[in-house]
């Protein structure tokens, strides 16, 4: 437990380095700690160590995790970062401050009306399949302007672009596509970087790097 809150200290320096060396304000970073597949104990010591933006991939998991921390920190930010099945999104509604993976038309249509029922209404992103690659999710990126544009006109705040490049090769040409699509669209927020390249990110302009396994250690 004590290597978790060791590994935010490494990891919100390497942040700090990596924006300073790109000219950047290191508070312009936000740190989206992923915490899928951390149980109490970690996300306990997250938020001691005054964590409040947290990453999950699974509505469900999510659902038995975090309600009753929300209740006890509001200043928590709850970001799903994982592919969002139509028949979960009221739940994501009811749970999520952010969705970052809308990435298709349908599930837009099926958040709007979950929206409508649920009565609230999260922030989303769209997530752009920035390789396209045909096992990733995520949009086109010859469609994405015309899913920012659907996704806006249903009624969404669309702070940003989310994606995960390819496993394989550089990142930043990737990193670089993904915030031509942001800057020609109107948008502030770039979702991207991970464990493995979020200094990268950062010189590629990142304003949200989703970090887990620097931090909470390799996932089992
Ligand atoms: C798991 C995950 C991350 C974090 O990956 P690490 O390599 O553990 O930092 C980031 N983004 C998404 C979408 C993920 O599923």
């Known amino acids: 437990m ?60 999510a659902e038995g995790k975090w309600p009753a921390l929300k209740a006890r920190h509001p200043d928590l930010q709850l970001r799903l970062i994982g592919p969002l099945q139509t028949n979960k999104a009221k739940d994501a509604v009811r749970l999520f401050d952010v969705i970052e993976t809308v990435d298709r038309s349908r599930l837009v249509d099926a958040l709007a009306r979950a929206c409508e029922q649920v009565g609230r209404r999260p922030r989303v992103l769209i997530q752009v399949n920035i390789g396209r690659e045909p096992q990733k999710a995520g949009a086109d990126p010859d469609d994405a302007d015309h899913l920012i544009d659907a996704t806006r006109l249903a009624g969404f705040v669309v702070d940003g672009v989310m994606c995960i490049p390819p496993a394989e090769g550089d990142p930043a040409p990737h990193f670089d596509l993904l915030g031509e699509i942001a800057r020609r669209n109107g948008l502030a927020q770039l979702s991207m970087g991970m464990s493995g390249d979020f200094e990268t990110a950062i010189r590629h302009g990142s304003t949200h790097v989703r970090v887990g396994s620097a931090i909470f250690g390799a996932r089992g």
């Open 2 to 61: 004590t290597d978790i809150a060791d590994n935010f200290a490494r990891v919100r320096r390497r942040i700090a380095d990596a924006a300073t060396e790109a000219g950047r304000r290191p508070e312009d970073v936000a740190l989206v700690a992923v915490s899928k597949t951390v149980e109490a104990p970690g996300l306990e010591v997250a938020l001691a160590e005054g964590q409040r933006i947290f990453g999950e991939n699974r509505v469900q998991e």
